[in-house]
């Protein structure tokens, strides 16, 4: 540093610095950066600032996100404006919303829709009743600069705790006031230079406090001289393919089409083999999207001139890829640690989307989304596979227990009764999930039979245990223990399933909201609980004859005892959650809108359904 910004006492350990106040002035705002040299005062002092070449703008304010927003997978996919793999849209109610997000780079954070219906009139007519001095031809600081929206651009999260994410943002989104969007003719151009190293150290500058306003980005300092700029968007380009092929790679992407384990660019026989080939891609992903990020830092630092005080290199929690474990979880953790994680993660998310195939949200059949609108049920979804199969070229194997390879077109024979399905979905939309195989249909027995089918029966078992040793415990423990919890942290509180449980979940049945129908409790009630108390009476009446038999032993008869005992709380339990709670409720016929999104309709069913702590916080 030079003498005329800083003066150092090394004696006593404290630091003095000494810089001019028309340095301060080079800096739009003219903060307090006492620390910065020389250099970088030229640059700010010489250099044009972003806002003179692109434009950067603050969002929509909604007024009520509780009302207007939602997550994009709680109301019905026709209704919205989403999905590489949209069908027939009814309407434009829901529109792409960004919000911000979690840091991240390149791209991603795509989860929310809005309610644009009639041009958002609903929106802006319930903010012309609260701010009576606005009108129809200026609705202000809440609906703000609504003539870009929908447009190409470059978006970040406003708010930041660490880091700078910024993130290229597609045509067809509104963007929300804590998303806001860099507008201007060269999106790619301006997302390599927002994402370089160069640019966080100056916003840091700009505004110390990492709440990244327009007027902080518009004040950045751009230079383009020797940069060859057709070469740095190509990059760009790259990057944010590697980046949107990760998002994607998620069921929670309304673009997501296939799980990766089932790709045949890495299926082998065994899940384990599997998982190390789409590992060792994942792998590959991130050292490429650390080389791309290493060489853009270089060609922008030269450009700078700042090779004296920065480097390009970009550490691995920073490659902002899901598949990543080191940007995934917590960089406290060793490596070992850290696999075990991802692996983890990688066999619940198989998990899921076999409980999707349960269902019918999707199919081994066709890609991406099938059953995703309301009320929905298996005359839909076998005319939409056999619809998507005749119209989409998209291929994905999967091996049946005879280990012959089928494919999606191979799906085009589908008969309407589903009897060529790969795998067929629930019937009536209720999967019991109970300590036993009491059901034909228990959840459990059908992620068996999903297992068998994406992959060979012959290495069934060996399939099973990689699963359970990932876990860390027997798959029937997993649904009964996690499998929710592990949703509702997946969905974020707004879970797609939902769970009817008794007061101590001796009896729990999982449906699929999207396929819900005014009868389903009945069914869960009549087919299910019922059916279920039933069975467990007659258990206990066969126990019962042990204990009293003369030819059983002590033990025999103390251990049957004892599970009477148990059966007898567990009945007790059914009957009273069956007489408070179920049956009441099937009377009801309850009708739900999808629109409402899943914190008004999970509700309705009250203590019917396992309890979301969190489902009555506000939304922001």
């Known amino acids: 540093m030079s003498e005329n910004q800083a003066n150092s006492t090394q004696n006593t350990k404290q630091y003095f610095f000494r810089a001019s106040a028309a340095d301060f002035k080079k800096i739009p705002g003219s903060p307090i950066a006492y620390w910065v040299s020389e250099k970088v005062w030229a640059i700010f002092g010489e250099s044009k600032m972003l806002g003179e070449i692109a434009s950067p703008k603050i969002g929509m304010r909604t007024g009520d996100n509780e009302r207007f927003m939602r997550f994009w997978y709680e109301v019905g996919e026709s209704e919205t404006r989403i999905s590489s793999f949209r ?323 191979d799906g085009c024979q589908l008969k309407a009764d589903g009897s060529s399905a790969s795998f067929p979905p629930d019937a009536d939309n209720v999967i019991p999930i109970l300590d036993g195989d009491w059901f034909p249909d228990d959840i459990t027995e059908r992620f068996r039979k999903f297992l068998r089918v994406t992959f060979c029966e012959a290495h069934y078992e060996e399939n099973l245990k990689f699963i359970e040793v990932a876990l860390g415990k027997d798959i029937r423990k997993y649904f009964l223990k996690d499998f929710y919890n592990d949703h509702l942290r997946r969905y974020k509180k707004r879970p797609i399933y939902w769970l009817f449980s008794s007061p101590k979940g001796s009896f729990n049945a999982l449906i699929y909201m999207h396929r819900y129908r005014p009868d389903t409790v009945s069914v869960v009630l009549n087919g299910y609980l019922r059916e279920f108390r039933t069975k467990l009476l007659s258990r206990k009446s066969q126990l019962e004859a042990v204990s009293i038999s003369a030819s059983a032993s002590a033990g025999e008869k103390t251990k049957a005892l004892k599970e009477i005992e148990s059966l007898r709380k567990m009945i007790e339990e059914l009957e009273s959650y069956e007489r408070d709670v179920l049956y009441p409720l099937a009377t009801e016929q309850i009708v739900i809108d999808l629109d409402d999104g899943v914190k008004v309709n999970y509700q309705k069913f009250g203590p019917a359904l396992k309890k979301i702590l969190g489902l009555d916080t506000k939304e922001e």
């Open 87 to 409: 069908r027939n849209h009814r309407s434009n109610k829901w529109v792409p919303y960004n919000k911000g997000g979690t840091f991240r780079k390149w791209y991603g954070n795509f989860e929310y829709v809005v309610n644009w219906e009639n041009n958002g009139l609903e929106i802006k007519e319930n903010t012309l009743l609260h701010y009576p001095q606005l009108d129809w031809d200026n609705l202000g600081w809440k609906i703000s600069n609504e003539h870009y929206y929908f447009n190409e651009g470059v978006t970040w999260t406003d708010l930041s705790s660490s880091s700078f994410g910024a993130r290229y943002l597609p045509k067809g989104f509104i963007f929300d006031a804590s998303g806001p969007c860099l507008f201007g003719d060269n999106p790619l151009f301006y997302l390599s230079i927002l994402v370089t190293k160069q640019c966080f150290e100056f916003l840091k500058m700009l505004n110390p406090t990492l709440h990244f306003k327009n007027y902080n980005i518009s004040a950045l300092p751009i230079i383009d001289n020797g940069i060859e700029i057709s070469c740095v968007e190509a990059s760009a380009s790259k990057a944010i393919r590697i980046t949107r092929s990760d998002w994607d790679s998620y069921e929670t992407s309304w673009d997501f089409t296939c799980l990766p384990l089932l790709n045949p660019d890495y299926r082998q026989s065994t899940l384990k083999s599997t998982y190390n080939n789409l590992r060792a891609h994942w792998q590959s992903m991130t050292q490429e999207m650390q080389r791309l990020e290493e060489v853009n830092n270089r060609i922008f630092i030269n450009a700078y001139g700042l090779q004296d005080e920065l480097t390009p290199e970009v550490p691995l929690n920073e490659i902002t890829l899901t598949c990543n474990p080191h940007y995934r979880y917590s960089n406290s953790k060793n490596a070992e640690e850290l696999e075990a994680l991802l692996l983890a993660d990688t066999v619940k998310e198989f998990i899921s989307y076999a409980v999707g195939c349960m269902f019918g949200r999707y199919s081994l059949d066709a890609p991406g989304l099938i059953l995703a609108n309301q009320g929905e049920g298996l005359e839909d979804y076998y005319r939409i596979v056999s619809n998507q199969l005749s119209v989409d070229s998209y291929q994905l194997s999967v091996i049946s227990n005879q280990q012959e390879e089928k494919s999606f077109t």
